[in-house]
């Protein structure tokens, strides 16, 4: 069964400051990634994702990341952060074949001007 | 654009009340899901269905049921509300494609609560 596992369940950084959130699954089989944002008052919406190809995947808003196989990690980036991006921000896992979409337990973005 | 909508933002019901949740989506998707949010767990699925009047259980079904007649509309039911079912629900859609592993589109969120 895959799992995900955020570190982190509150990051702060500085506006203008490199954004790294952290992300590692747990799959016997290769995975499909997902992260999404959410915003205050709002539902989930997707940041980017990792099927297949090419490992550096780049989403909206500036933000990337890359699936490295040797660490079982995903984690997101974002070179210089904005005060927009404050937001909780969501890691999910799926296999092929598989029905359920797994989440982390999310890590919650401050900037601080 | 793609739009999940759910019939409420904010509810405030009671404890021994059967409560209804909806669900539309304007995709035609095949897909549709019931999560819960609740801080520190990130999301949970309730129930899904990837088909009209096909449902299957998610990891947390207890207390919980669905019915979807159409297939634009998911809706959950909360047989006899409890306190601790006080939460985040949050619908979603996806196409069915190849499987499952399509971006799940969101609603905004019904924060209920149960006194």
């Known amino acids: 069964a895959q799992s995900v596992t955020q570190l982190g369940s509150h990051v702060s950084v500085s506006e203008g400051a490199l954004v790294l959130l952290r992300c590692n699954y747990s799959?016997?089989?290769?995975?499909?990634l997902f992260w999404y944002v959410q915003y205050p008052n709002q539902g989930l919406q997707l940041l980017l994702k990792?099927?297949?190809?090419?490992?550096l995947v780049k989403g909206i808003n500036g933000f990337e990341a890359e699936f490295k196989k040797s660490e079982t990690s995903f984690h997101l980036t974002k070179p210089s952060a904005h005060m927009s991006d404050a937001a909780e921000y969501f890691c999910?896992?799926?296999?092929?074949?598989?029905?359920?979409?797994?989440f982390g337990q999310g890590t919650r973005l401050t900037i601080n001007p | 654009d793609v739009k999940v909508t759910q019939s409420s933002r904010y509810l405030v019901k009671r404890t021994g009340e059967k409560v209804f949740l909806e669900c539309v989506q304007d995709?035609?998707?095949?897909?549709m899901f019931w999560y819960r949010q609740d801080p520190g767990l990130g999301l949970r699925l309730i129930y899904f269905?990837?088909?009209?009047?096909?449902?299957e259980k998610g990891d947390i079904p207890e207390g919980y049921s669905v019915s979807r007649e159409k297939k634009e509309r998911f809706s959950l039911i909360l047989e006899s509300a409890s306190t601790n079912q006080t939460s985040m629900y949050l619908c979603a859609s996806s196409p069915q494609g190849a499987g499952f592993h399509q971006p799940q589109h969101f609603g905004d969120g019904t924060r209920l609560s149960i006194l």
């Open positions: 995709m035609d998707h095949e897909n």
């Open positions: 269905s990837y088909d009209v009047k096909m449902k």
């Open positions: 990792y099927t297949t190809g090419a490992t």
């Open positions: 799959s016997s089989v290769p995975p499909y």
């Open positions: 999910a896992v799926i296999i092929q074949g598989a029905q359920k979409l797994v």
